[in-house]
């Protein structure tokens, strides 16, 4: 069966302090990895996709890296506009989207 | 560009009523997809499409119809709603079919059931 985690399930960081977020998953015939930014009231916004294991994206103060059972979403220097809960979502051999239940950061002043 | 389109955005209603939330993309998007998201768990697929007049199940089907006529449009019809589809509900639309490419997600239906 497909199964994703996430860790931590809340963080709370100062602006300025630097800390990454855990994806493990479980997925057979992976097609993909997917960051997504969700805000609250609104739908996911995407972020990145890694498709093999070694791949690194970098987005502004987020970057995401992928190994073959996890994959990681460091924050360099958060400000308060970073805070919003980031979804994990591996591709399933079907094509569809398997998402873990998210982190929610907070990015205090 | 719109992008993805739900309506409404809230609505209530009583145990055993139908109802048909609404989806459109202007992006020439073939995949199309349902998710529900209730708290403390992920986003959960209920149905989707790869394209015009070809649907199929997701995770979590029951109690939930779909059908694409078109390439835009894309409902999901509650048949007899249960306080069990009580939810926000988002749709999703994605340029490749299988979804291995960006998913674009609208703004979310806040469904209530009494």
């Known amino acids: 069966e497909d199964q994703v985690t996430q860790s931590p399930e809340a963080l709370r960081l100062q602006e300025g302090e630097s800390s990454s977020l855990n994806c493990s998953y479980t997925?057979?015939?992976?097609?993909?990895l997917f960051w997504y930014r969700q805000d609250p009231g609104k739908g996911p916004e995407f972020l990145f996709t890694?498709?093999?294991a070694g791949e690194e994206k970098e987005k502004e103060r987020l970057k995401a890296t992928l190994t073959k059972k996890e994959s990681f979403l460091h924050i360099t220097a958060p400000k308060p506009e970073d805070s919003a809960t980031y979804l994990c979502?591996?591709?399933?051999?079907?094509?569809?989207?398997?998402f873990g239940k998210g982190t929610k950061l907070s990015v205090k002043p | 560009n719109a992008g993805v389109t739900q309506t409404p955005k809230f609505q209530v209603l009583k145990t055993g009523q139908s109802m048909t939330l609404q989806c459109a993309q202007d992006?020439?998007?073939?995949?199309m997809s349902w998710y529900r998201q209730d708290p403390g768990m992920g986003l959960r697929l209920i149905h989707y499409?790869?394209?015009?007049?070809?649907?199929d199940q997701g995770e979590v089907p029951n109690g939930y119809n779909v059908s694409r006529s078109t390439t835009e449009d894309f409902p999901l019809r509650l048949l007899s709603a249960a306080p069990s589809q009580t939810s926000v509900y988002f749709c999703?639309?994605?340029?490749?079919?299988?979804?291995?490419?960006?998913?674009?997600f609208g703004p979310g239906t806040r469904l209530t059931v009494l």
């Open positions: 999703a639309s994605s340029y490749l079919a299988g979804a291995v490419g960006e998913q674009f």
């Open positions: 992006m020439n998007h073939e995949y």
């Open positions: 979502a591996p591709g399933g051999s079907q094509g569809n989207l398997i």
């Open positions: 499409s790869v394209g015009a007049g070809i649907t």
């Open positions: 890694l498709y093999s």
């Open positions: 997925v057979s015939g992976l097609r993909g």
